[in-house]
């Protein structure tokens, strides 16, 4: 299904969809005051921007860099040119640990190489520890947002699922009471695991450590307990040094939650004595992008999930309906890197309004890069008005891209075809809107004849 | 070839623009370190006590299992640093020395010799950190200046007790992690 069509399922629980569009714009909100509060913030975005810059033009020589430090300080570096391969690097450590069950903090790259049902297929036992994503695993959904996986949820269902999952008392939706039980309950999954592990937010190319933020504290509570270690990062998650981290911590905690900075923030150099560290570097479509000159910015992404708080679409439509690892806006120009058949729509969810990129830390031009996908998807659709009647009838016609086409064939097709073939239960932009009337000729023509 | 060399080559292969690295600038911060930290502190519902007062609450039997690193509150302490960390799963009360804080934030950063443990500040139930109202910094920028090259296997910042929204946006404190932290600047 296309992006409209799955907002239409999240729309169709109109009290749910409005909390959920107020309480992103609240975080939005909580965002600007706190970027408000740091007179160098417009600095600190175009320092965070170039130095992402700079990495994005010697990754090769900061990977190499990263791989001799880390290896020197004791940890074991692995690569994975895709998400098959990291998932069986994951799994051969595993096995040389004769380990059958995990416990994981948030990681997207392990959403994106959807490593717990690879690892559940080999019979391991997966337990995602961050609060919001132990509720969606026992869901069997997907995070619906990168920061705040369950956002989707509201707290009776939550309660419920506890219920049903953790034996708590029936009806009880006191988050404070919800929030405890999974403490316990995860405890002794913590208490229990040999393995974790953790994605990576920042990797140091200078010093070979690599930095992990929360606030739950999950991620240290497993790897500290667990004898081995296992980080997964993506290749561009690289920064050159230590004090760059000087920059890029001051800027994800407000851009992500509005906080002046994550609670935890661990810096992991060398193993604890007698155990281990290994980390995955992976690629997976990140080298591809690189090469892609309009969409290369998108590397830059430090997953604060802004973009997504602050973009009228996202808010409105939920995370699942982007049916992407990464949802909203910047999820909208990364997929279609990935498999632009399947996320073919994704550029056209948004109205371009740009706030995505002025609240962008990282300042990926981000709306602009949405513009260029429109681009290059509509060039690969092919433009006639035959086959644009043969999209209109097969129900094809699902995103705004109609609107894109040159003027003048849609204003035939707009004529010419049935009405119900517009209006057609699929064409989910005519439901809460009439299609403007149609103009006799077109703002070019019309000039054209009147200019003298 | 291996996916590492293959990975390298491709990289090297698109022969990107290198852009210089841009020079960071010390932005300085506030002066008043001392009501900016604590400010931070409260705001990331972090509690601050002055040393009488923790005292005074140690003393009330409070807290039955107790760890100390901090000679200062060593009477109070009866439990001695494990081998394993599994064993302070019941523990109640680390006290531990921070090696300076950020005015910023409330970020507090300490290393695995003031850790004793890595998972102690995690796995205890309530966590107290000593600091020295001299070692306040203004921002991170001075605070990894500070931290500069020195090697230790672990270091961290923390900047509050553990704490989730992810129930519906409601704030509570304590989810897998320490379910308080009490600073004494001293
Ligand atoms: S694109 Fe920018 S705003 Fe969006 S998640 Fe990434 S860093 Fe944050």
Redesign the interface.
Known sequence: MSHPQEAAEFLKDPAKSKWHDD?LW??RDKRDKMSHS???WE?LRE?AS??K??V?????DY??KF?RNATK?GIKVH???NAQ?HNEIVLSILKEKECKAIVKSKSILTEECHLNPFLEKNDIEVVD????ER?VQFLGQPPSHIV????H???GE?SELFHEKLHTEKGNED??Y???A??HH??EK??AAKVAITGVNFGVAE?GEFVVCT????A??GV??ADTHIACMG?EKII????????F??LLARSA?G??????????????AGKEIHII?V?NGR?AQ??RENF?NSLKCIRCGACMNTCPIYRRSGGFSYKSTVPGPIGSILSPGLNLQKHSSLPFASTLCGSCTDVCPVKINIHEQLYLWRQEITKAQGTSVKELSMMLGNGIFKSPLAYNYSGKIMRMALKNLPKSMIYNPLNIWGKQRDLPAVPKESFKEWYQKNRS | MSSRDSILRKIRSLKLDQKPLPEIPDFKGGDNLIEGFSTAILGNKGELLTADELSTKLESGLYPSVYSSVPEFGKFANQALPTDPHSFSKLDLAILKGQFGVAENGAIWLEDSDLGLRAIPFITEHLVIVLDQESLVSTMYQAYDRIGGQHSGFGLFIAGPSKTADIEQSLVIGAHGAKSLVVVLI
């Open positions: 309480t609240f975080i740091v007179p160098e600095e320092l170039t130095i810059d700079n994005l033009g010697n990754l090769a990977l190499e791989e300080n690569w994975a040119a391969e520890t961050d609060l919001g509720i705040l996986p369950a956002i949820l509201k707290k939550i988050p404070y919800l929030t405890q999974a403490r995860l405890r913590f208490l010093t606030n739950e504290g999950n240290d509570m500290h307990l290749i050159p040094k230590r004090t760059h981290l000087g920059v911590l001051r939650t906080q002046n900075i994550t609670n935890y923030n661990s810096h992991f150099r060398s193993p604890e570097l690629d080298t690189l090469g290369r």
